[in-house]
Antibody, heavy 123, light 107 residues
Framework: EVQLLESGGGLVQPGGSLRLSCAAS????????MIWVRQAPGKGLEWVSA????????FYADSVKGRFTISRDNSKNTLFLQMNSLRGEDTAVYYC????????????????WGQGTLVTVSS | DIQMTQSPSSLSASVGDRVTITCRAS??????LNWYQQKPGKAPNVLIY???SLSSGVSSRFSGSGSGTDFTLTISSLQPEDFATYYC?????????FGGGTKVEIK
């Protein structure tokens, strides 16, 4: 059975750091591009970051560029999001998801999602 | 960045109704348009990809149409389990962007 399981969320003070993990089972993470998407309380979906299937290319939303880092450990089949210099506006549920291509696109759509992990940035 | 504008932001409908949600992209995205359904406290679930292709396991009462900048999600006969929030997403270029969502509520 395919599963993505996020962990690492919690309460952190402004300026602090957290590392989110997304453990995959049932498929190798390296077979897909992977993304992080967040959802602030009561708000819509916002793409945060992406990692190519090769692991060689990383992409970030302007709102997190320079503060967040996406990475992957193939031996642990786990995706990470290192979040530094956290701000109140980073408060959200963070989801990891795959990218399944169609056409000539590298990402396509996400058909595997984790359950989400809540990050709260507050003093 | 490509902006995705969904309408309406919410709607009330009855079981059995035909429901249409629209999504407009600020620039052409050819057919790189996905539709997701999200229920409270749950992760999104892809319904339609490539503007018109039904995702595996999704009911055929869901359909998508459009290309370029204008897209539509149609639910042919609304069922109780369809009350949820729906999002469009463009995957033509980075940054990936989502529409603001359409909440489908019970009339």
């Amino acid at each position: 059975e395919v599963q993505l399981l996020e962990s690492g969320g919690g309460l952190v003070q402004p300026g602090g750091s957290l590392r989110l993990s997304c453990a995959a089972s049932g498929f190798p993470l390296s077979s897909f591009a992977m993304i992080w998407v967040r959802q602030a309380p009561g708000k819509g979906l916002e793409w945060v970051s992406a990692l190519s299937s090769s692991g060689g290319n990383t992409f970030y939303a302007d709102s997190v560029k320079g503060r967040f880092t996406i990475s992957r450990d193939n031996s642990k089949n786990t995706l990470f999001l290192q979040m530094n210099s956290l701000r109140g506006e980073d408060t959200a549920v963070y989801y990891c998801a795959n990218g399944r291509p169609y056409g000539t696109g590298w990402y396509g759509r996400s058909d595997y999602w984790g359950q989400g992990t809540l990050v709260t940035v507050s003093s | 960045d490509i902006q995705m504008t969904q309408s309406p932001s919410s709607l009330s409908a009855s079981v059995g109704d035909r429901v249409t949600i629209t999504c407009r992209a600020s620039h052409s995205i050819t057919n790189y348009l996905n539709w997701y359904q999200q229920k409270p406290g749950k992760a999104p679930n892809v319904l339609i990809y490539g503007a018109t292709s039904l995702s595996s396991g999704v009911s055929s009462r869901f359909s998508g149409s459009g290309s370029g900048t204008d897209f539509t999600l149609t639910i042919s006969s609304l069922q109780p389990e369809d009350f949820a929030t729906y999002y469009c997403q463009q995957s033509n270029s980075l940054p990936l962007t989502f529409g603001g969502g359409t909440k489908v509520e019970i009339k």
